[in-house]
Each structure stands twice: as C-alpha cells, then as structure tokens.
C-alpha cells in the first residue's frame, strides 16, 4: 500500500478529449460514428504537488479507464517533466464514447490512435497549468445536495423465457424495479478560496449514482447527463470551471426510462415476454430527464453549506486480489484507490459496484464529506454483494463474456469480508495519514 501527501496546493483544469476522426463507440462497435456531430467529450482533472512529484486526480468522459491509458498518460507526463507520485482516473461510465480500455474488445474496440491523442491532450493540459502558474490553496469546501427522482433500480425477478430446458421460469432480469429503494441524491462539493465570489472557485466535484445511458441516439459520441450536469454549473459559477464527476456505485441503476412491450422490436422482447422494460427516450423524455439534472444543481447550489478544510490532500492505494471473491480466476485485482481532498474522503473501487456497498461499508450514500465510486482505474467487472449471488442475473453471472472475466462468482465464496477488509485498510491509512498531516501543520 502506498500513500502520497500534498503541500496545500491545487491546479485544475479542463481539455477536450472528442476524437479527431470518425469512430466507433461502446453502444455500436460496428459504427464508426462522425465527432463533429457532438463534440462534448472531455477530461477534467486536478493536480497538487508533493514528496517525489504530483499527484493527479482525473475524470474522464469515457466507459472505462485502463492500464493501457495510464501508463500512456504518466509516460506523457514524464516527457513534459511532470513526475507523478500518484495518479487517479476515474472514468464517467458514458456509454456512447470511444474505447479507451483494450482489454474488453467485446464491449468497444480500442484504437490506438485515439488512446494515444487522449493522454497527450491530458498530459499537455497538466503540464501547461503547472508551467503557467503557482497553484492556490483550498481555503473554502461547500457542499449541496437535491434529490433527483429519474432513476430506478434494474435488476427484477420475473417470468422469462429460456433457450435451454426448462425453457421458461424466474430470473433476475435486467428490468425496472421500482420497489427497491435506491440512493437519488445528486451531490456536489465546490473548492475555492475565500473570495469564491470573485474568480476565486477551484473546481467542482460532483456525484449521482446512475449509469449515463439517457441519451435518445446510441449513434451519437455523447458525453450523456455528465455534459448536462457540467453545464448546469458552469453557467451558475464559471464558463471555464473544470467539473469532476464520479458515478457513484451504479452497478445496478439506470435512468428510470421505461416502455411497454408493444413498443419494443421483437428482438428486444426475449427474455422478459410479459415486464415493462427499459428503453430510450424520446425527445420529451430526454428534456425533461435533462431538467430534473438540471433543477438538482440549481437548487444544491442554492443551499451550499461549508465544510470544515484540512490542509492539503492524501492518496493512498491499496488492492483486493481478485482470486480471494471469485472462482477459477488466476491473477488479477481491483484497485482501490483512497483520497483526502483538504477533508472530504473518495474512496474509488476498480469495479462496477452495487449501490448496496455504501451501506455495507458504513457510508452514507448522501454524506457530506464522504463518497464511494466505482469506474476507478482499470475495471474487472461487477462487484454484487453476497445476497445477490444467488439471484444470479446480469450482474453477477451474465457481464462475464462481455468483460472476458475468466473467474466468476459462487455462493461458496463470501465477497463481502474481502473487499470490506481491503477498503477498511486503505480508509483506516488514509485517517492515519490525515490525523499526523493535521499534527504538523
């Protein structure tokens, strides 16, 4: 385990990363789809100095983040004499954006091309910033929070059809489920200076647990709600304000856009013959998704409340090793990655995690100086909890193929006690790190 501690100060900034020629996307690897069309993608990022180089928070606006991409971006940053001590990316989940991680070509093919020009915009952002300035320090946390009421629960068990026998029975479907209560609230935490009010905003950071798949077009490069929640506050704080966004633990939330069956294709229908099921939305549907987004910022902002302020930030990397939650898997981990940003706690899995982790981990999914997010680093695959298991479903058994995860998981093997304990270790170093910062300043 590794920790890295900050000197106070922050740089942040704000790069496209749209693709310079048409390209295939996640929804449809088979379509190379035109980026002018949409240019919305981007890369927002902060970076503080410390012992043996800087350490890097970033978000991007793509599926999956991987080690391809982040051993190219820390090789362009070395290039522009930019150490790093620590790097963290943290990948929005967009569906309709290109692949930036080779190791799932079932879900996006990858291009090279495109990998290589995304960490050379980012590297160039970072190093540009850092040449052109002094950093500031964070002297003013706010947070706000409202709840937005456009997403839903999607595993439900059902009546399905199968291909094998017996060719009918219960599953658990990937379909709307609106009797399980999930956590709605979209958060924000705004870093400034004192003098917030004039110039003085950092950057944003925001979270709401739901996976970016609103948008009407699958054919379309789309950066989906992120880019709508993006431009909620830059047009009430700052026209240039570099916004990070973490999903939150989304594994199985989406946005809660529904239709009947009699509107579906016949090939959408198996295996769910007789349940309402997801679909995408009209153009109403998606404007009226887009206010509820956007009435959330607004009014999160309108009731900003301060936070108490550390000095400087704390990264710490720790993780689980994969063989010890699932079976017949050799090799491989999730990374967990810990943060202290002058007070307010990330801690990011390397997986698609149930929003039932939160709880699980004595975390409150509404905190103010608290969030768990998934999409961190390279990405395995799903992480259900154990009570899942058994209902088996997309996130347990059915992601695998997609994800070419070669271990899976099995009743026999308690998930919970392994990546609690590994979290718990990074929280507890991070605490530790905190409490001896705050003893020498």
Request: hydrophobic share 40%; charged share 20%.
């Amino acid at each position: 385990m590794h920790s890295e501690r900050s000197h106070g100060r922050v740089y942040a900034g704000t790069v496209a990363i749209d693709p310079a020629k048409p390209i295939a996307v996640f929804s449809h690897s088979d379509v190379r789809v035109d980026p002018a069309a949409s240019p919305c993608l981007e890369a927002n990022w902060i970076a503080w100095p410390g012992e043996g180089g800087f350490g890097v928070l970033i978000t991007l606006d793509t599926l999956f983040s991987s080690a391809k991409f982040e051993a190219e971006l820390t090789s362009q940053l070395v290039s522009l004499d930019v150490g790093v001590a620590s790097l963290t990316v943290v990948a929005s989940h967009s569906h309709n954006t290109p692949s930036l991680d080779p190791c799932k070509p079932l879900l996006g093919r990858c291009e090279p091309s495109y990998l290589a020009d995304t960490a050379a915009a980012v590297a160039r952002s970072i190093a540009g910033a850092l040449d052109g300035g002094h950093g500031q320090p964070v002297t003013q946390i706010r947070f706000g929070s409202a709840e937005v009421p456009g997403s839903c629960f999607r595993r439900r068990r059902g009546f399905s059809l199968r291909k094998q026998w017996p060719y009918a029975g219960i599953d658990t479907q990937l379909a709307p489920n609106p009797s399980v209560d999930i956590p709605r609230t979209l958060r924000l935490w705004v870093f400034a200076k004192q003098d917030a009010g004039d110039g003085g905003t950092h950057f944003a950071l925001v979270s709401w647990p739901c996976h970016p798949i609103s948008r009407r077009s699958t054919r379309l490069i789309s950066a989906d709600f992120v880019a709508v929640i993006r431009q909620a506050l830059r047009d009430r704080l700052s026209t240039d304000l570099p916004v990070l966004f973490a999903p939150g633990c989304c594994g199985d939330i989406r946005p809660d856009l529904r239709a009947a069956l009699l509107t579906h294709p016949r090939r959408l229908l198996f295996p769910y013959p007789f349940q309402t099921s997801f679909a995408r939305p009209g153009p109403e549907g998606e404007a009226a998704f887009d206010r509820g987004l956007t009435g959330a910022v607004t009014t999160a902002l309108e009731y900003l409340q301060a936070l108490p302020v550390r000095s400087g930030v704390i990264a710490v990397r720790g993780a689980l090793a994969l063989e010890l939650i699932l079976a017949e898997q050799d090799g491989g981990e999730m990374p967990v990655a810990g943060l202290d940003l002058w007070g307010v706690q990330v801690l990011g899995l390397g997986a698609e995690p149930s929003f039932y982790w939160t709880g699980a981990l004595g975390w409150d999914a509404a905190a103010p100086d608290r969030l768990l997010t998934g999409y961190t680093g390279p990405v395995f695959g799903y992480l259900p909890m154990d009570r899942q298991i058994p209902q088996k479903g997309y996130e347990v058994e059915w992601f695998r193929r997609s994800f070419d995860l070669q271990g899976r998981y099995t009743s026999d093997i308690a998930v919970e006690p392994a990546v609690i304990d590994t979290c718990r270790n990074v929280l507890d170093r991070l605490e530790h790190d905190c409490s001896a910062g705050q003893e020498n300043v």
